[in-house]
């Protein structure tokens, strides 16, 4: 069962989704990518508490139900989440953890680990931008252009469009209804989006993540949709042969949001990768 949660850290709400599970397995977090929120998790989240794990997923600052501050009040670059999250796990007292991230902004919780390896025991990455090679797609782009931005952002069926053109393959009703909400609630979230895409910085945080993935000791499994319409298999595949570390498992007809449609695929290799002792 996936309960649905809040906490307020300082002067920011946060929203999360977690399993109802009982267990002496370290957690789960979950870091989700744009323009979506954690509802991205739910099958594999169903899928890990089978397995006995609990598993949290948040929604990042300004996505989803979580607090959509202003510019003003929070910057939305890679150092303020990467910053917000540390209270936010801080909050949560998790200790230790497994980590799981996907997407634009996804990539935040690639930094956070480099800069905390003591608290991520396993890093599980899907389909996140890891390179300077690895571009934000043109679809994204837009979204920070001045006025057409502005625009685009408001649109509550640019998340459809996102979802599907990303994924590839086609997203019930019931559950674009609840990715698109927010858009619909409020028009926080799309200047949210927008001030995110601006400050995002992806050269700099991709040469972060490179360069800090080729020293990275912790055990650490790439879980890839081959047909990734954004990111190209061939920089993750010199990624993973930078560091022995590092093990890449290819998804061949998944794309970018390999979590929508492959989620027990996902969850088993999961399962497989957080059981085994030696690497």
């Known amino acids: 069962m996936i309960e649905e949660c809040q906490v307020e850290i300082g002067k920011l709400k946060w929203f999360y989704r977690q399993t109802n599970t009982e267990s002496e397995k370290l957690p789960v977090l979950l870091l989700h990518g744009l323009p979506t929120h954690s509802y991205t998790w739910r099958r594999v989240m169903q899928e890990l508490e089978t397995l006995g794990y609990k598993a949290i997923a948040p929604d990042w600052i300004g996505s989803g139900n979580s607090a959509k501050p202003s510019k003003r009040e929070f ?10 999250l540390e209270n936010l796990i ?65 649109d509550p069926l640019q998340v459809d469009r996102t979802l599907e053109g990303g994924s590839g393959f086609v997203i019930e009703d019931q559950d674009l209804d609840i990715h698109r909400k927010p858009y619909l609630t409020s028009s926080a979230v799309g200047r949210a989006l927008g001030a995110t895409i601006k400050a995002l910085d992806l050269n700099k945080t991709t040469t972060e993540i490179s360069e800090g993935l080729k020293q990275w000791e912790q055990p650490t499994l790439i879980i890839w949709g081959e047909e990734d319409p954004w990111l190209a298999i061939a920089e993750v595949e010199t990624v993973a042969q930078s560091n022995s570390h590092i093990e890449l498992v290819k998804l061949p007809e998944a794309k970018h949001y390999p979590q929508e449609h492959w989620s027990k695929e996902i969850a088993q290799e999961i399962s497989q990768f957080l059981r085994r002792s030696v690497f």
């Open 90 to 154: 801080t909050s949560l007292e998790l200790e230790k953890f497994y980590l799981i991230v996907q997407g634009f902004l996804g990539s935040v919780g690639i930094q956070y680990a480099l800069a905390h390896p003591e608290q991520v025991a396993r890093l599980i990455i899907l389909n996140t931008p890891l390179t300077p090679e690895m571009k934000l797609p043109w679809k994204m782009k837009q979204w920070g252009i001045p006025l057409v931005g502005d625009m685009m952002t408001q």
């Open 75 to 84: 910057a939305y670059t890679p150092q303020a989440f990467v910053a917000a």
